[in-house]
């Protein structure tokens, strides 16, 4: 088989600019800031950096509604401080990926701006329709279809300039460009390689999935009139979902292709990660698959999307088995070809720890940090680390609406409270406190001191959003230098992706797929001598004692040897040798011993070396 490409046994790390590190006291994250913390990204171990977006932008949503691809906004510097910064990386020997944002434009980019005018050239660049006959524009009813926005209201925007209205699947500054137009995306790729020429090694596609859209034979959207296609249910909210209609459309692999060519082609050393809600573990090997030279990796849902009842605002705990099932179907649609991204935290997630772990007490904040963090590195694919999900940091603790920053809670606690009435104030402030953005979006915790080193103590203006209570615990500081600590464990992690070719490589194969509470799976690589190198990953995944499951018991029994049995006195418990336990959440001796015991405890996690 053909070497695994450079990024298979790399880490990304995301740095969320806005929270990461403020420079210069202005409340807000900036370059210059990124910049002064470059050797802790590389003490850590990561191998490429994501940045959020930092282009100019009205940041409405936080800079994904961009006015300007090639500047930076003033708030996190200037291009030349993005030069810096891309040399700064490179020469710790790390590569740097951008956010792309082209399914969509700011209302305020020149473009939208122009396309306002039925007449100019970039008239046809968006997804312009005329009110419905016999409604008055701007009044209920008058929209080309039902679809509503991931932020809330309507997906169409009336433009009494244009005189029709305009599609948003996001919020209403941020216009859905429309990809059918050949002139558009010769602009987005003469953009993209600006970028590639001024030295940065790929992109991060935010919701690519989405650019293109369903047309009938005439071109016209689902549910506008004349349509030969339905636009959907309308849903509890008042709208029916877009999402149907415009994931994975008919010509998206056509224009993955075309980017494909237009910009990589003859580069290398780069990284495609294309952001994929609503698709489809198959596309997902398809997409993957170099063969179809589209995009190196993308960032599924379906696991993000377990611990909800129809949507995140309803929900549910979380289930072990659940995850289970799902990345068995996403690791069996690549074992042939493709490739997965692993991630559990990003600036849309609320905090993992907090979400799926057990922050009751701080052992088992710690414990099952680490236990979810090894259990997702143990994966088959390139892992993701989100800024502070290294140190186990937890969500937010809003409690009243005036904490929260993001649009989508704000926007869609009015709709849900208010209009619709389907939520409660108190089930909504709990449901966002439990799953909004802004769980994620707390400044980086460095210190224990004021502002957590995100900002200086005498800083003249509040951090833009709260800083957690909890950074005087939780923060790189504490964590550096303690061997025990949720950093600590990561490093050894990434280390782990880096040495062990079965851990980067291995073959996935999930075992005891009935217990509820332990997960587990196996790592195989087969050498050239015939013989397999295997590596059991068990993780107890809850806050209860377990214990060892049937298969995960079986397969350390085939291994163990008699005590002493080599004769070289290598400690060992029942058989099993310490100098096999690869990494665990607990002590080793605990682990041996639970190895021979069979039972687990909560959050005990480890990797045992088979063969
Ligand atoms: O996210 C798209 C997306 O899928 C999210 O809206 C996600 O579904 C939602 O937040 C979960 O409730 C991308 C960016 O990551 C996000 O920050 C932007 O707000 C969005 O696109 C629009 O650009």
């Not at 088992?364 to 088959?380: D, E, G, P, V, Y």
């Not at 939780?474 to 062990?500: C, G």
């Not at 050498?527 to 397969?555: F, I, Q, W, Y």
């Not at 011993?593 to 405890?601: A, E, I, K, R, V």
Request: include cysteine; charged fraction near 25%; charge should be negative.
């Amino acid at each position: 088989a053909t070497p695994n490409p450079w990024w298979a046994n790399a880490v990304v790390y995301q740095i969320y600019p806005r929270s990461f590190q403020d420079s210069n006291g202005d409340g807000f994250g900036d370059l210059r800031g990124i910049e002064s913390r470059l050797d802790y990204l590389a003490d850590l171990g990561v191998d490429v950096v994501w940045l959020s977006p930092v282009y100019r932008s009205p940041q409405d949503d936080n800079g994904y509604d961009i006015s300007d691809y090639q500047d930076i906004d003033p708030m996190f510097g200037t291009l030349e401080d993005m030069d810096r910064l891309i040399a700064a990386v490179h020469q710790r020997g790390m590569k740097l990926v951008m956010d792309l944002v082209v399914n969509h434009t700011s209302d305020e980019h020149a473009w939208f701006q122009a396309s306002r005018h039925a007449g100019d050239p970039h008239a046809d660049w968006y997804w312009w329709r005329p009110a419905r006959a016999g409604h008055e524009p701007g009044t209920p009813g008058a929209e080309p279809n039902r679809w509503g926005s991931y932020f809330g209201g309507s997906a169409w925007q009336y433009d009494a300039q244009r005189g029709e209205y305009f599609l948003h699947q996001f919020s209403a500054k941020q216009p859905d460009l429309n990809w059918e137009n050949p002139e558009l995306r010769r602009a987005v790729y003469a953009m993209m390689n600006w970028w590639m020429d001024r030295g940065i090694d790929g992109f991060r596609m935010d919701v690519i999935v989405l650019i293109s859209k369903m047309l009938d034979a005439e071109g016209r959207l689902p549910g506008e009139a004349g349509s030969g296609i339905a636009d959907g249910p309308v849903l509890e909210d008042g709208y029916s979902s877009p999402s149907p209609f415009c994931t994975d459309g008919p010509r998206l692999d056509e224009y993955l292709r075309e980017m494909r060519r237009e910009v990589f082609a003859g580069r290398s050393g780069y990284l495609t990660v294309g952001e994929a809600p609503g698709l489809s573990d198959v596309r997902n090997g398809y997409i993957s698959d170099p063969a179809h030279q589209e995009l190196d990796m993308l960032f599924l849902f379906d696991h993000v999307g377990i611990d909800q009842d129809g949507s995140k605002w309803n929900p549910t705990p979380f289930e072990p088995a659940k995850l289970r099932t799902v990345m068995m179907r996403q690791q069996a649609a690549l074992r042939q070809a493709g490739w997965a991204s692993l991630y559990m935290d990003n600036h849309d997630q609320p905090r993992v720890v907090s979400r799926w772990g057990d922050t009751s007490t701080e052992a088992l904040r710690s414990r099952s940090a680490k236990a979810l963090a090894l259990m997702l590195h143990l994966h088959r694919g390139t892992p993701y680390i989100y800024q502070g999900e290294e140190l186990g940091m937890t969500n937010a603790g809003f409690t009243e609406l005036g904490q929260y920053r993001d649009l989508e809670s704000i926007n869609m606690y009015h709709q849900l409270v208010d209009e619709a009435k389907v939520q409660t104030p108190q089930s909504m402030l709990h449901a966002i406190a439990r799953m909004g953005r802004d769980n994620a979006r707390t400044p980086m915790q460095w210190d224990g001191s004021r502002y957590a080193g995100f900002t200086a103590p005498d800083a003249p203006t509040e951090p833009w959003i709260a800083v957690n209570p909890n950074h005087v615990d939780i923060n790189v500081a504490a964590e550096f230098d303690d061997p025990d600590s949720v950093y600590a464990f990561y490093k050894r992690l990434i280390a782990l992706r880096h040495t062990d070719a079965v851990v980067a490589a291995g073959v996935w194969d999930a075992i005891d797929v009935e217990d509820p509470a332990v997960y587990a799976f196996t790592r195989t690589v087969a050498r050239a001598d015939g013989a397999e190198s295997k590596l059991l990953v068990v993780a107890n995944l809850t806050s209860r004692v377990a214990n060892m499951p049937h298969d995960s018991r079986s397969l350390l029994a085939e291994t163990a040897t008699q005590p002493g049995a080599d004769g070289d006195g290598e400690s060992s418990c029942a058989g099993f040798e310490a100098s096999k336990l690869v990494i665990s959440t607990v002590s080793e001796a605990r682990t041996l011993s639970s190895m021979h015991d069979g039972g687990l405890l909560p959050w005990e996690a480890f990797v045992y070396r088979l063969s």
